[in-house]
């Protein structure tokens, strides 16, 4: 059996050894799932809300503890890891409510009664990526469980520790054996078999567009459900008359949280011609001010990134010649650090402004008017977030409406609340997760007629 070594980004230095699941023991842990499903599905709906809601209190006793592990595990400041435990929390508490609201429809028919039910698919399959190893987690583990599916997750090789204690707190919540596992592995070995298996019904994926790809194929030898959280290269456009103070110093926040490696981080800013030299001058503080340095400290607001290699990939965005317009700090010495980095002017062809960085780099483009911003926003295959500042609701409404998006904060850099709907359009992603209606995405309608004469 092979292993995996967990490394603090922040130090370089070993964590823990984590062991790879294989291949035969995904396949036992599937058929647990399977077996565990049926009793799962039968347990009385307020009593698997009551069960998710002890899920959910076992994540806040444990927060302090789950942070700090994220901290360590994937170099997330201490605050935003505390966050990202209470989000799990919340998700679950959410979702808690769903099996006693999981109504079907009686429609009228000639000659009987036709009632629908909301049936739960079986064994749903939940593959993880590094970034935000726990949310990311309980936006399918939450309303899946919630759905009566039982759920196999594998959480990425290199940030497994929050999941798999997790798992540990799910059983101690009183969840039955076999309904919410946790495999930690290789998505070529864990991944690949959940992909296969006959017995998962649903695939819930996030990560990179190109794994998408391979998956929704793969999905598609079984006839799977599958819903993809993919890629993202998000606008932040500023038109002349917003509050062009407020737009600048949120901007940072906009696209260097979780050090840019966020699917809805906007790493490319558009800016009105007529106000592009006052938000420049307004952003070069606002970027060199946000505090890069020690996740454990609690004032840190970036950390570091998740490796060596992606360290490298982001750099590779940045050549010796880029147009750096300004760049923040970053720590010397050990760890994968990468200051926060402003690039302008930037070609329309640079990779930089095309492809999905995945880091603290992001360029600035100024635009005409309406029409082009609209354009170069939508000048992209993908389409997951974005931001628009203006100060006139006509127009914020119109171009909210215009941009090819799935998820548009108004004078905001907000991405992701879990009680609204969060997906992707074009190639970021397909489906949508979070929000009322994301149990639904865990259950097939069947339809059921009674004659009554
Ligand atoms: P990857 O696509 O490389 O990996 C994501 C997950 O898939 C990992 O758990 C990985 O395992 C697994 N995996 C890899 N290959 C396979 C396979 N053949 N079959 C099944 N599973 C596989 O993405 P990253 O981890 O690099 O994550 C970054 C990407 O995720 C970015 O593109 C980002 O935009 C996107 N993302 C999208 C979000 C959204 O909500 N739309 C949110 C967060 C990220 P292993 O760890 O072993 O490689």
């Not at 800013?269 to 070069?284: A, K, T």
Request: net charge negative.
């Amino acid at each position: 059996m092979t292993s995996y070594t967990v490394i603090n980004p922040a130090t370089e230095q070993p964590v823990t050894q984590v062991e790879h699941t294989t291949a035969e023991q995904t396949d036992a842990a599937v058929e647990r799932a399977a077996r565990a499903q049926e009793s799962w599905r039968a347990v009385a709906p307020g009593d698997r809300g009551r069960l998710l809601r002890r899920f959910a209190e076992q994540v806040d006793g444990h927060s302090a503890e789950l942070a700090a592990l994220e901290t360590a595990g994937s170099g997330h400041p201490i605050g935003a890891a505390t966050w990202e435990a209470g989000q799990v929390r919340d998700v679950l508490a959410y979702y808690a409510a769903a099996p006693e609201r999981l109504t079907g429809r009686q429609i009228p028919v000639p000659g009987g009664l036709d009632v629908t039910f909301k049936e739960p698919l079986g064994v749903v399959g939940l593959i993880v990526p590094w970034n935000f190893p726990m949310p990311i987690l309980s936006w399918g583990m939450a309303p899946a469980l919630a759905a009566g599916c039982t759920v196999v997750a594998k959480p990425a090789e290199m940030t497994p520790l929050t999941a798999i204690r997790i798992g540990e707190l799910a059983l101690d919540a009183g969840l039955p054996d076999g309904v919410f596992q946790v495999l930690p592995g290789k998505g070529s070995v864990v991944g690949q078999r959940l992909v296969d298996h006959p017995l998962v019904r649903k695939i819930v994926f996030t990560g990179s567009t190109e794994v998408g790809q391979q998956i929704m194929a793969g999905c598609a030898r079984n006839i799977k459900r599958l819903t993809l959280e993919l890629g993202g290269k998000s606008a932040n456009i500023v038109f002349a008359d917003a509050d062009i103070e407020r737009a600048a110093a949120s901007a940072p926040y906009a696209v260097f949280d979780n050090a840019g490696q966020d699917c809805c981080a906007r790493s490319r800013i558009l800016v009105e011609s007529s106000v592009l030299d006052r938000f420049m001058e307004l952003l070069e503080p606002a970027v060199t001010g946000v505090r890069v340095g020690d996740p454990t400290a609690a004032d840190t607001e970036m950390g570091p990134l998740i490796s060596a290699a992606h360290r490298a990939h982001v750099a590779s965005y940045v050549p010796a010649d880029a147009p750096v317009a300004f760049r923040g700090s970053a720590p010397d010495g050990a760890g994968f650090w990468y200051p926060p980095t402003v690039l302008a002017p930037v070609a329309a062809s640079a990779p930089a402004y095309t492809e999905e960085i995945f880091g603290p780099v992001v360029t600035v483009t100024p635009f005409a008017d309406e029409a082009e911003a609209v354009s170069l926003a939508n000048d992209t295959p993908y389409g997951l977030s974005g931001s628009i500042w203006t100060e006139n609701v006509g127009r914020a409404i119109r171009v909210a409406r215009a941009v090819e998006t799935g998820n548009l904060s108004v004078n905001s850099h907000s991405s992701v609340r879990y009680w609204t709907p969060f997906g992707g359009f074009k190639q970021s992603g397909l489906g949508r997760e979070l929000g009322p209606d994301a149990v639904d995405a865990f259950t097939d309608v069947k339809n059921v007629f009674i004659a009554t004469n």
